[in-house]
């Protein structure tokens, strides 16, 4: 099996930064894609940024573009999220993928492990 800790989240004013850290223990040959999607009350689970571990390709969504930055460190992936919006405030999930996404990297029906989510919220 494969495990999946984060760390770091927390209050963070509009325009600060924070940094999100997911290590991943166990089964760690599994992991092809690694990355974060994020969830508000209410919403459907949206894919943020994720890495592919074999050539470091990165995808990230269209609203977090040029702010976050998803960086990979052997069996951990962290997300560095600068001039944070009150929009990205949610629950932050970090994800793994035995394999490349058949469709559409931001399905979260594509990740077979998670994380046990930290919130992030952001101040106006």
């Known amino acids: 099996q494969l495990q999946l800790t984060q760390s770091g989240g927390g209050s963070v004013q509009a325009g600060g930064n924070l940094t999100l850290s997911c290590e991943a223990s166990?089964?760690?040959?599994?992991?092809?894609?690694m990355g974060w999607f994020r969830q508000v009350p209410g919403k459907e689970r949206e894919g943020v940024a994720v890495?592919?571990?074999?050539?470091?390709t990165t995808y990230y969504a269209d609203n977090v573009k040029g702010r976050f930055i998803i960086v990979p460190g052997g069996y951990a992936v962290y997300l560095q999220m600068n001039n944070v919006k009150p929009e990205d405030t949610a629950m932050y999930y970090c994800?793994?993928?035995?394999?490349?996404?058949?469709?559409?990297?931001?399905?979260?029906?594509?990740?077979?492990?998670w994380g046990q989510g930290t919130q992030v919220t952001v101040s106006s």
């Open positions: 890495i592919y571990t074999g050539d470091s």
């Open positions: 994800v793994v993928s035995r394999a490349r996404p058949s469709h559409n990297w931001s399905n979260p029906s594509a990740y077979h492990y």
């Open positions: 166990g089964d760690t040959y599994v992991i092809n894609f």
